[in-house]
Every structure is written in structure tokens, then in C-alpha cells.
Nanobody
Framework: QVQLVESGGGVVQPGGSLRLSCVAS????????MGWYRQAPEKERELVAT???????NYASSVKGRFTISRDNAKNMVFLQMSSLQSEDTAVYYC???????????WGQGTQVTVSS
């Protein structure tokens, strides 16, 4: 069982930046993937970015070049640095965790990001 807690959401103007943080606790597997998904009103949850414990990254095309995912494996943390934010980035952002080879996955409670002038 893995628990995730996100922080860092808030309101930011278009073009601004924001950094999200997530801390994982519990039974952390040596090989795993952590990342971020988001869900806007009336839309399905979508992948934003993920990063494996050995450094492989994956980004949604809509955020590539603007968002950067990073990890601190010693602290079981994952971060999402968001730059050049647009109104379309407004959503609830969820931290994600999965141990490789295990079907079950873990989700944080979500943190609201609102981009508005």
C-alpha cells in the first residue's frame, strides 16, 4: 500500500509558473513509476508526465517543453515544474504511483491548479 500527498496547487496568471510536489509513503517498490495526471471539468483524466525510478520520462504532447518532471528517489518524491501556464492547464492534478509488474496503482487526493487572469 502506497499513500500519496500532493501540494503546491493554486491560482496563477497565464504565462506564470507553479511547482507541484508529491510525497509517497508505504511499501515503495525498488522499480516504480511516479507521475502526474490531471482532470479538467467535463473531461477525462489524462496523463501529464511520468518518470520511472531509473530515469525514463514520458510527457503529454500538450505540455512537452513547458513542464518538467523530476524525482528525488531518496525521499520518495516527485515534482512537476510547470511554466508558461495557459488557461487550458486548469485542472485538478493527481499524483500517481505504480510498482513495476504490479497491477494496482495509487493516486493522491489531487491539488487544484487554476490559470486565470
Amino acid at each position: 500500500q502506497v499513500q500519496l500527498v500532493e501540494s503546491g496547487g493554486g491560482v496563477v496568471q497565464p504565462g506564470g509558473s507553479l511547482r507541484l510536489s508529491c510525497v509517497a509513503s508505504g511499501s515503495i517498490g525498488l522499480r516504480n513509476v511516479m507521475g502526474w495526471y490531471r482532470q479538467a471539468p467535463e473531461k477525462e483524466r489524462e496523463l501529464v508526465a511520468t518518470k520511472t525510478s531509473d530515469g525514463f520520462t514520458n510527457y503529454a504532447s500538450s505540455v512537452k517543453g513547458r513542464f518538467t518532471i523530476s524525482r528525488d528517489n531518496a525521499k520518495n518524491m516527485v515534482f512537476l515544474q510547470m511554466s508558461s501556464l495557459q488557461s487550458e492547464d486548469t485542472a485538478v492534478y493527481y499524483c500517481y504511483y505504480n510498482t513495476r509488474g504490479v497491477r494496482d496503482e495509487s493516486w493522491g487526493q489531487g491539488t487544484q491548479v487554476t490559470v486565470s487572469s
